[in-house]
């Protein structure tokens, strides 16, 4: 069906920056709506950022100023780029795409996490 490969975690200080890639690939006729979410460990899944296909994005009060997503309609990628990061923004990331293989409805996929850690 369809893959989403995640790449660009890792180890940062505080401060410093990441960013996140998250490319589609397989079956895909059309993706209306990409997101990153983050799972901190003991917390729940949350909403980090959000673009739909007209470009227009959401962000969590917590990563605005900080985050910014992007996505490559040609490439069927997104992207987060993470600036003055924080320890609190410590969590697993997850790519996220809603899109139709068919065009006949849009279904969910995930990527399999990436892991981002501050560590001074």
């Known amino acids: 069906q369809v893959q989403l490969v995640e790449s660009g975690g890792g180890l940062v200080q505080p401060g410093g920056s990441l960013r996140l890639s998250c490319a589609a690939s397989?079956?895909?006729?059309?993706?209306?709506?990409m997101g990153w979410y983050r799972q901190a460990p003991g917390k729940e899944r949350e909403l980090v950022a959000h673009?739909?296909?007209?470009?227009?994005?959401s962000y969590a009060d917590s990563v605005k100023g900080r985050f910014t997503i992007s996505r490559d309609n040609a490439k069927n990628t997104v992207y987060l780029q993470m600036n003055s990061l924080k320890p609190e923004d410590t969590a697993v990331y997850y790519c996220?795409?809603?899109?139709?293989?068919?065009?006949?409805?849009?279904?969910?996929?995930w990527g399999q996490g990436a892991q981002v850690t501050l560590s001074s």
């Open positions: 673009i739909i296909s007209t470009g227009s994005t």
């Open positions: 397989g079956t895909i006729f059309s993706i209306s709506a």
């Open positions: 996220n795409v809603i899109l139709t293989s068919t065009g006949s409805y849009y279904y969910n996929s």
